[in-house]
């Protein structure tokens, strides 16, 4: 029932002329299929955030332990790590580079590439993307970026230590400090890469999306990934050529003696000649991006949590229509709240209480959805698949640091949290944890339709239960550290009589980040392992409603053997009454569901509604009126 | 038992990769730690390192052992028709229901243990009105924590997996949903008003009360503070940044010597306030963004280079006073810079007391003349010498 526009065999056939001469060089390397090059980003992805782990527990152990040396990471490090301590510049590297590679690299790239890549043809029901040499330049400038943040290792004075937001004067005057000379300049390179990489990926996207549907996927059949991946694209394409402007400026003021951001420095016994710049319009321009970052980050998590959550709770997601609003809510908001990061900075005060308005805001949607996941899983027949467990795991996450959020958007309580580990534990937890997990549920429950094959279950419990317990047990203690006001990006801790109560806590964490660590390993087994040698998947593994569940196990190059079939209701028809399966897919017209519709399916089209009504009497059917308010 | 056969072949070829895998990461430390065998400081470091990687790869030996044992549980149970092997749905139900409690405690435990760490009430008359925000909001977010946590995990631990039973088709409820946006959205006004107002009464300072302020000026540069009291005129004299290092090195502040108001300021090498005296900073710096700092008065405020930013309190609380309440007798305000400022940033403090008016008057007399008798001096010399060229620019360009 699930296959009606697909069972043709002689179309199969008949699309074999299709299939172009491949070569290992277009097939994996310069594909333009949108499924390869969606496993490009993945891939890509997670080699990056497994990096960016290993630079965070680098600098855990210096803060974990300030006052040893370990041979190892002189070893490893060289000159930044002189007799096995982290130097400090070199500490305030791993933080930014952690930061920026996590951010942009792992959860804009390796989330949104990935899973709008393979999602957004196979769930509206489209060959490939709009442009697919456009998709596949995508990528290469992402790696392209990726190569360049990573070579800044092997840069003499290292990699940018201004922060992941580079502040100027700091990441503008190379004299300011190490982290500020030659590698910055490769950051703001490898960034320029990245947004045009960015911006490329999202204008495909947001074309695929609105011209590309299949016959009959309207606005409202689509799956909420595909809205949340539409949003998110779009937030991208406004905010991201901001920050280009933004990095654009700063390379002049660094090469060229500009003064956008720069006035009135006196550095190295020396005072510079930049006069009239502001260093406040680089955390506008930046913050104009930033901030719509966060959501570009999250959003296609939560899309993904939320399909996920609706399979595998057997039930549609409660209030669809309220979950796309709340999610084009966000959208809209999430460009006029970037002065909630400038509080403090010098912005004029009264600017700083309309963003807290505009901020506090935010949350309502944000409450929506929650509340409306929670509805969801009540009452469901809930199948723990790893996915399904870290769907649940960014629920709470989101809760979690998104309750801090109404905190630290409160400008009178920011005054005293602003740039404390109060700020590093919100943000972990709400848009890294949750983000992250987000992924990684995407990742478990698309993996078949990636490679073909299942990932290991029982590992995949393994590693939830482990990262979801190590998440939080290095995040939530955070927060007290930033309620005795611990300022983040401290080299050390050793120096303040006031933080030495920390230090134990600083331990603990780190264990608990080491644990975190290990834990993914069992992951990049899974998944390495499950490419080969996983128990092969079949066409539904999931019993999904999904357009992407018709088409075959090989993943053929344009997604469907025949014509692609034809869509005649929403994604989330799950146990519906009436009906003999729990679920029932969008390819399946009413006319075969007789015995489940409901008045309200029919969308006021009356001459379908009298059909049903008369089956009705015919069958002795009396509650397909009833309709649920 | 093809199927039993099929699943050993396959974990030890799990096994086998495993190990092959840790087994060149081993070789690799060995070459790593033969590499470095020149340096004697670094021997036996291979060893550790090799120590732990075998240690790791036990851990997972072990694991998979269990893997093993549970899969082949699994398979007899469903060899002999019992039962449809290990429920995991359930076991998965179950650790949501134990995470919840574990979860609760856990919180309850840091509340009270990490929570009793945090920073005691605030020394100033605006940051009593941010504590009490504080209480309110924590109070209201621990509410929500907990209510929708209990919800998200007793639903899992509730409604896990059945065969005999079908989930309960509900796509909407308007009157819910309705529910749902209006009461967060009051909740939320409430708190965007009550935090709007108190942040206005802190920024928004009548002029009066600005000028009666005792003024102070803070200069922030890579690592450390400069502080100056505006002296008896109330008012700190111009500062020029191109005037820095000028008066044969003496000027590191640039003061501006053409303003009268320098010559009474003082340098100071700790904020010492009087206790219930309005202070008002005026904060800049001379190379980076610092942020200048002050937790336990619930002050922040980024020092910028080319603007001037301030900020203006009432300490409510002497050192002393503060050092009973807080019952260490140790305690100390402090300054420090809460905005990345280079390597150094961990270590940028500053001493800050709270005393009595008494005792505020006592050391502001001990306190000496930022415009040194050298520095008038130069100063002087600096100006015959531009005289004769009817340019007085020559302070500016040293």
Redesign the interface.
């Known amino acids: 029932m699930s296959t009606i526009a697909i069972n043709n065999p002689s179309a199969i056939h008949h699309d074999d002329h299709a299939h172009h001469q491949e070569t290992f060089l277009t097939k994996y390397v310069f594909s333009q299929d949108h499924k390869m090059i969606a496993k490009q980003f993945l891939i890509t992805g997670i080699i990056m955030g497994v990096i960016a782990m290993i630079l965070s527990i680098l600098f855990r152990i210096q803060l974990a332990y300030p006052d040893h040396s370990f041979p190892l990471l002189e070893v490893l490090l060289g000159r930044f790590a002189p007799e096995g301590r982290l130097d400090p510049n070199f500490y305030l590297s791993l933080v930014t580079i952690h930061g920026t590679i996590m951010v942009f690299f792992v959860l804009t790239a390796g989330l949104s590439g990935t899973f709008s890549n393979l999602l957004i043809p196979l769930q509206i029901g489209a060959r490939d993307m709009a442009s697919p040499f456009m998709n596949m330049l995508s990528y290469w400038l992402f790696f392209t970026a990726s190569v360049i943040m990573l070579s800044t290792f092997f840069v003499e004075s290292g990699p940018a230590g201004g922060g992941w937001t580079i502040y100027p004067p700091l990441s503008a005057v190379p004299k300011a400090m190490p982290g500020s000379g030659f590698g910055m300049t490769l950051w703001l390179i490898s960034m320029i890469l990245f947004i045009a990489s960015s911006l490329m990926g999202g204008i495909n996207y947001v074309s695929t999306i609105l011209n590309m549907r299949t016959k009959g996927m309207d606005l409202w059949k689509m799956p909420l990934t595909i809205w949340s991946f539409l949003l998110t694209a779009m937030l991208g394409i406004l905010s991201f050529p901001v920050l280009v402007a933004g990095v654009v400026l700063l390379i002049f003021d660094r090469s060229f003696g500009t003064s956008f951001y720069l006035s009135d420095i006196f550095i190295g016994g020396q005072a510079l000649a930049h006069e009239g710049g502001s260093p406040i319009l680089w955390q506008h321009l930046f913050w104009f991006l930033g901030h719509p970052e966060v959501y570009i980050v999250i959003m296609p998590a939560m899309g993904i949590a939320s399909e996920v959550m609706s399979v595998n709770s057997r039930k549609p997601i409660f209030g669809y229509h309220a979950m796309v609003y709340s999610l084009i809510g966000i959208t809209t908001l999430s460009f006029i709240v970037w002065g909630h990061h400038m509080f403090v900075t010098g912005m004029n005060p009264f600017l700083g209480g309309v963003f807290m308005i505009t901020t506090l805001i935010i949350a309502v949607p944000s409450a929506v959805k929650t509340f409306n996941w929670l509805a969801t899983l009540w009452r469901g027949n809930i199948r723990f698949t790893p996915a399904m467990l870290f769907a649940i795991g960014l629920v709470s996450f989101f809760i979690s640091g998104g309750l801090t959020g109404i905190w630290l958007g409160n400008a009178a309580l920011d005054i005293n949290l602003h740039d404390t580990y109060f700020v590093v534990a919100h943000f972990h937890l709400v848009m890294g944890s949750a983000a992250i997990f987000g992924m990684i549920a995407g990742v478990y429950h698309w993996f078949p339709k990636m490679f073909g094959r299942l990932m290991n279950v029982k590992l995949g419990y393994l590693h939830f239960w482990l990262t979801f317990a190590a998440a939080y047990l290095v995040f939530f203690p955070m927060h007290f550290m930033g309620l005795d006001g611990v300022p983040r990006r401290y080299y050390a801790f050793t120096e303040f009589e006031s933080m030495d109560k920390w230090l134990s806590v600083n331990v603990f964490i780190t264990w608990s980040a080491i644990l975190g660590a290990v834990a993914q390993i069992a992951f990049l087994f899974n998944f390495v392992y499950s490419i080969f040698f996983g128990e092969k998947s079949t066409e539904n593994p999931w019993e999904a409603n999904t357009l992407e569940w018709t088409t075959p196990v090989e993943r053929i190059h344009g997604n469907w053997p025949g014509e692609i079939p034809t869509v005649y209701r929403w994604s989330y028809d799950y146990s519906k009454p009436g009906h003999d399966t729990d679920f029932i897919m969008q390819t399946t017209p009413h006319s075969q569901t007789m015995s489940s519709n409901l008045l309200h399916d029919f969308e006021g089209n009356e001459a379908a509604e009298k059909i049903q009504e008369k089956w009705n009497l015919e069958h002795n059917r009396i509650d397909s009126s009833e309709e649920v308010k | 038992m093809n199927i039993k056969r099929f699943f050993n072949l396959?974990s030890l070829?799990?096994i086998g990769?495993?190990l092959s895998l840790t087994f060149s990461q081993v070789m690799a430390q060995d070459a790593?730690a033969t590499a470095?065998e020149t340096v004697s400081?670094?021997e036996g470091?291979g060893k550790?390192?090799g120590y732990y990687i075998l240690l790791?790869l036990l851990v997972?030996i072990f694991?998979g052992i269990i893997?093993k044992i549970?899969?082949v549980y699994d398979l007899t149970r469903k060899i002999q028709g019992r039962r449809n092997g290990i429920k995991?749905?359930k076991i998965?139900?179950i650790?949501?229901g134990i995470?919840l409690i574990v979860?609760m405690y856990?919180?309850y435990w840091?509340y009270s243990v990490?929570?009793a760490?945090?920073?005691p009430a605030a020394g100033s008359e605006h940051g009593a009105?941010?504590d009490s925000?504080?209480s309110i909001?924590?109070i209201?977010?621990t509410i929500?924590?907990v209510l929708?946590?209990i919800?998200?995990f007793s639903?899992?631990y509730l409604?896990?997996?059945?065969k005999k039973?079908?989930?309960?088709?509900?796509?909407?409820?308007?009157?819910?949903?309705k529910y749902?946006?209006v009461i967060?959205?009051i909740v939320?006004t409430i708190?965007?008003l009550m935090?709007?107002f108190?942040?206005?009464g802190?920024?928004?300072i009548p002029e009066k009360e600005m000028k009666a302020a005792i003024q102070i000026d803070v200069t922030a540069?890579?690592f450390a503070w400069d502080v100056r009291y505006a002296g008896k005129d109330n008012v700190n004299g111009r500062k020029n940044?191109?005037l820095?290092?000028g008066l044969g090195g003496l000027n590191n502040l640039?003061l501006d010597l053409s303003d009268k108001a320098n010559f009474d300021d003082l340098k100071v090498t700790e904020i010492v306030l009087p206790v219930n005296k309005s202070v008002r900073f005026t904060l800049s710096s001379?190379?980076?963004?610092h942020?200048f700092?002050m937790?336990?008065f619930?002050?922040?405020?980024?020092c910028?280079?080319?603007?001037s930013?301030y900020f203006q309190f009432t300490p409510t609380k002497t050192t002393q006073e503060m050092r009973q309440d807080t019952d260490n007798p140790?305690f100390?305000y402090?300054l420090?810079?809460?905005?990345?400022?280079?390597?150094?940033?961990?270590?940028m403090?500053f001493k800050v007391r709270v005393v009595s008016n008494r005792e505020y008057q006592e050391w502001i007399k001990q306190q000496k003349l930022i415009v040194t008798d050298d520095m008038k001096k130069a100063y002087q010399l600096a100006m015959k010498d531009s005289a004769t060229e009817s340019n007085n620019k020559i302070a500016l360009n040293n």
């Open positions: 396959k070829f799990a990769a495993l790593v470095t400081k670094h470091l550790t390192v790791f997972c694991i893997g549970l899969s995991w749905d998965n139900g650790l949501f995470t979860g856990g919180v840091s990490q929570g760490q945090i920073l009105k941010i925000m504080f909001t924590m209201l977010t929500v924590l929708t946590h919800a998200l639903f899992a409604y896990n997996s059945s039973r079908k989930a309960y088709y509900y796509p909407h409820n308007n009157t819910l949903e749902w946006t967060p959205a939320l708190l965007v935090g709007f108190t942040w206005r802190i920024t928004n540069h890579q940044y191109k820095i290092g640039g001379q190379d980076v963004i942020s700092y937790p336990h619930r002050v922040q405020m980024n910028v280079p080319g603007m930013t140790k100390d402090n420090l810079c809460a905005k990345i400022c280079g390597g150094s940033h961990y270590n403090q």
